[in-house]
């Protein structure tokens, strides 16, 4: 597996094969594994916010999800075709995924029955389901699903809980869970449950799903995208900035001896 840094948060470069193909190797290893879809805003939030930087640092790994990542790994000289984006890779699971054991944890029961119904239909029944709950909401409610978790030992927990709950939930839990790989996917529960409507795939590659998901639930989202997508931006150009001026300092010197 190969990473690259990216403002202080490893991308794992990969795609949606690849990645499907990596779920079983995880998978067997003695301890969980888990792994963020990741957003400008992700990234943003990691280095800004200190506290968020400590929630997400029980991560083993970050995928890049959002096309800004993907021009900026670009620019960096990393051959990325395209992103994982976390709603793709999770219908790609449903459709394509019939070895391993699932677990779904999040979302409104509303939406938990639509995405269970999905997972059947889209996978001709053969995706294997042995759990899902959506009783999280606090953290007390959190020792009988680690429990439930345990004894059903799934190979795969996808959890749809939101930003910043569920990299929180990550940090407070994983330590509790005996095995498996832990996906934090938020809004994929409700793209693939049909309970939410995504960015058409136009919006998508330009990089604007933010502007969509704005406009679909602008009281909570218009904030946080507005600040962190700023945030991204400047800091973009100040680690451009620094690199620029590293490289002048270094021919300076190289031109005095």
């Known amino acids: ?9 490893p991308q794992l470069i990969t795609d949606y094969e690849r990645l499907l193909a990596l779920l079983p190797v995880w998978a067997r290893k003695p301890e969980p594994t888990a792994a963020e879809f990741c957003n400008t805003q992700i990234v943003a939030k990691r280095r800004v916010d200190p ?40 219908r790609h699971a449903l459709i394509h995924e019939s070895k391993l054991k699932h677990y779904f944890m999040g979302g409104s029961a509303q939406t938990l ?39 059903l030992s799934p190979d795969v927990v996808w959890i749809g809980l939101g930003t910043p709950k569920q990299q929180q939930w990550i940090k407070d839990n994983k330590h509790l869970i005996a095995r498996g790989v ?17 960015a058409p ?28 997508n700023a945030w991204f931006v400047l800091l973009c150009l100040f680690d451009l900035a620094r690199f620029v001026l590293a490289r002048m300092k270094k021919r300076a010197g190289a031109a005095v001896f």
């Open 113 to 151: 029955k639509k995405l269970v119904e999905q997972a059947r239909v889209l996978s001709g029944g053969k995706f294997q389901l042995v759990g899902a709950t959506h009783r999280y909401w606090k953290q007390e409610d959190s020792p009988a699903i680690i429990e439930e978790i345990n004894r």
């Open 182 to 198: 832990l996906l934090t996917v938020g809004f994929a529960f409700d793209v693939n449950a049909g309970t939410k409507r995504d």
């Open 201 to 228: 795939m136009w919006m998508q590659r330009l990089g604007i799903t933010w502007i969509f998901r704005i406009s679909q639930e602008p009281s909570r989202l218009l904030g946080r995208y507005l600040k962190y």
């Open 1 to 9: 597996m190969t990473c690259v840094n990216l403002l202080g948060t």
């Open 51 to 90: 506290a968020f930087t400590t929630a997400t640092s029980a991560y083993d790994l970050f995928i890049p999800d959002g096309m800004p990542l993907i021009w900026c790994l670009r620019a960096m000289g990393v051959p990325m075709k395209d992103r994982v984006y976390g709603p793709t890779f999770m």
